[in-house]
């Protein structure tokens, strides 16, 4: 079986791991009717489990699997996956009904009605005294995860944040810390608590729907599922000494040197393309690197409305879908940025260390 370990740390290279993570959200959106069968979904759950008991068997994979801080990830991941499942098949099977011209499941069982009391109250207190017990049981079993005090000459081999925040560190990778952990979470606050005011679709009110709002889900879904959830997999199980990338199979040697070289543009330009040495002047320097993120911003949104997403633009208008088309052109700078690093090791497309804009 070692060939199929070998094959699983291949995949686990983060090019190739986000590429398929990406491609795989795709294809669940493209192909909702086949995944939300149930008997497919219990076939993957089962294989699932199956895999899962086999890779235990390996003890560096059971060593980092297991960690008390990181067990939490596989209920996510099942938790997730679980609702996922749902919430399309719920879809499928309303987009089914509605093109039947039948009334969709929410409409039917709203003429099931129950009382607050005491169906309600008692179903809510039932689950909080499981949930409680579930806590408590968590908290004997699995023991927090502390360490030895603090100790100025003991450099730990990683350091890494809570498993919730690890998307979060992984974007601190590819940004300056003020973008990475202040303006991106911020946009991606402002872009859910405005979404109800620039999508003017009234449909997907109240029921499950895939059809209807499929670019809706799949932009949302792609940010939550690939950029966030993907993100917490590849930070715990594939980030470890050194920051550097492990595969699952794959002991974390805390002696491995990775030969990188991280470059910025305006080097790229100047130094390696052109033969010289980094002007003085910032915006001589850094012009290239302006006209491109200028370009990807401004130009783009506006060449889109006037070809691709014609129909958008006429339907939300020129502000709304600026702010629709900016948020979603942020999103997608994250993978880009991702790919550039781990491919060509380019650091930042803008790089002004003196007033701190790095982008």
Not at 99 to 117: H, I, Q
Request: with cysteine.
């Amino acid at each position: 079986m070692q060939f199929l370990k070998d094959f699983i740390n291949f995949l686990s290279n983060p090019v190739i791991f986000f590429t398929l993570a990406m491609f795989g959200w795709f294809w669940l959106m493209k192909y909702p009717h086949l995944w939300t069968r149930p008997k497919v979904m219990k076939g993957v759950l089962l294989g699932s489990f199956i895999g899962l008991g086999w890779a235990l068997l390996d003890a560096t994979f059971r060593k980092e699997a297991l960690k008390p801080d990181n067990v939490p990830i596989w209920l996510m991941s099942y938790g997730v996956g679980f609702f996922l499942w749902l919430s399309f098949y719920r879809g499928v099977q309303n987009d089914v009904l509605m093109a039947e011209g039948k009334p969709n499941l929410e409409k039917v069982d709203s003429d099931k009605k129950v009382y607050t009391w005491p169906d309600l109250v008692y179903s809510e207190l039932i689950c909080i005294v499981l949930f409680t017990a579930f806590l408590v049981a968590w908290g004997v079993i699995l023991k927090a995860p502390l360490e030895e005090p603090a100790n100025a000459g003991v450099t730990p081999a990683v350091a890494k944040a809570p498993w919730y925040f690890l998307g979060l560190q992984e974007m601190l990778v590819y940004y300056d810390p003020w973008i990475a952990g202040v303006v991106l979470p911020g946009l991606i606050i402002l872009g859910l608590v405005g979404l109800p005011y620039y999508d003017l679709n009234p449909k997907g009110n109240g029921y499950y729907t895939v059809k209807e709002r499929f670019w809706a889900i799949n932009i949302f879904g792609y940010g939550f599922v690939v950029l966030w959830i993907a993100l917490i997999f590849l930070g715990t199980f594939m980030r470890g000494p050194g920051w550097n990338f492990f595969g699952p199979f794959e002991a974390w040697d805390t002696h491995k040197v990775m030969a990188l070289n991280n470059i910025n543009l305006s080097e790229l330009f100047w130094v390696r393309l052109l033969n010289t040495g980094l002007p003085e002047n910032l915006f001589v320097r850094e012009w290239l690197g302006m006209i491109l993120t200028l370009v990807y911003l401004v130009v783009i949104p506006i060449w889109l409305a006037k070809t691709k997403l014609k129909g958008l633009f006429e339907q939300l208008g020129a502000v709304r879908y600026g702010l629709v088309v900016v948020l979603f052109l942020i999103m997608a700078s994250l993978p880009l940025k991702m790919y550039l690093r781990w491919t060509i090791n380019m650091k930042y497309i803008i790089a002004i260390p003196e007033f701190m804009f790095n982008i």
